[in-house]
């Protein structure tokens, strides 16, 4: 009997634990009943009652699996963890609100088991949220596509199965800032998309508010793009041709415009500013990489 990891990210879900638990294990005792299954909540160090409700549903099920960090991972290493710690022929990830909904196990199990697919994921095709929300999370992929080798499909996160040949790769990956989607993505020999309707949360407030999904997209960007250092590339062209354009007609007009000494001053300091701040975010990110300090990132493990 081959086994279903089921790995949930939770911060503060006390609302939502329970429901999720139902529907996931009622789905596998009656249409997923010929796999075997565990549970696995990674939780980002929750200061509600969310230990509590999965504390008590380990003692309850032993195929209920918890992980609690230290402190906050933020999401991507949470899901991270999850995988590395799961025992499953394939893991599947889901949010707690289950706004991406369970009854899509079945399909994507089906792909997987069928057609060999190791990285089967779900497309958003419609999402009941703001038009301005929508548009960024489109804008965020297309500008992601552009500037990297590896074409991501639109609308699709981290709702999806991923076959244990492609777990078995990440094991090894002691990214800080990991990018997870991208790279179950990018490890992915033939990834396939089904497309589906995402609900609304019903209970509890989403933890990705604005600077959380700002700073997301941003990490995403850094990870797996050159988007920054083109944008810089480019800018500086663009300072240069205007500082030559610039010069000339300064010295036709025999320095009658603005202090051009001035200009060019304030110009560079913008410039340098901008490219120290670039630098220092990837100097940094290479000094932790590379110093590979054993971090303790675990509170608590039960039932592992």
Request: net charge positive; with cysteine.
């Amino acid at each position: 009997m081959k086994t279903i990891s089921i790995c949930i990210p939770v911060f503060n879900e006390e609302e939502n634990i329970e429901n999720t638990y139902e529907k996931i294990t009622n789905l596998f005792q009656n249409k997923l009943s010929k796999y075997d299954y565990e549970i696995i909540f990674t939780d980002n160090h929750s200061s509600d009652k969310t230990e509590e409700i999965i504390t008590n549903l380990c003692k309850k099920n032993s195929k209920v699996k918890y992980i609690r960090f230290r402190t906050n991972l933020e999401y991507d290493k949470s899901i991270l963890e999850g995988y590395k710690n799961s025992v499953g022929d394939a893991a599947i990830v889901i949010d707690c609100d289950l706004q991406d909904p369970p009854e899509m196990f079945e399909k994507f199990i089906y792909q997987w088991e069928n057609y060999g697919k190791d990285v089967v994921f779900g497309v958003v095709n419609s999402r009941k949220e703001n038009f301005i929300e929508n548009f960024f999370r489109k804008l965020f992929y297309y500008v992601m596509n552009y500037n990297t080798e590896s074409k991501y499909p639109l609308n699709a996160h981290d709702f999806r199965l991923v076959d244990r040949k492609v777990l078995n790769n990440l094991k090894d990956t002691n990214n800080l800032f990991p990018f997870v989607r991208g790279l179950t993505f990018s490890l992915s020999e033939s990834p396939y998309g089904i497309e589906y309707d995402r609900s609304k949360r019903n209970k509890g407030k989403s933890k990705l508010g604005l600077y959380t999904t700002f700073t997301y997209a941003i990490n995403a960007f850094l990870e797996e793009t050159f988007l920054f250092s083109k944008i810089f590339r480019r800018l500086t062209l663009i300072l240069l041709f205007g500082f030559v354009i610039f010069t000339i007609i300064n010295l036709l007009k025999s320095f009658l415009l603005l202090s051009f000494f001035n200009n060019v001053v304030l110009g560079m300091i913008m410039l340098i500013c901008m490219f120290l701040t670039i630098i220092c975010e990837y100097c940094t990110r290479i000094y932790f990489q590379l110093k590979k300090t054993p971090r303790v990132i675990y509170e608590k493990k039960i039932n592992f």
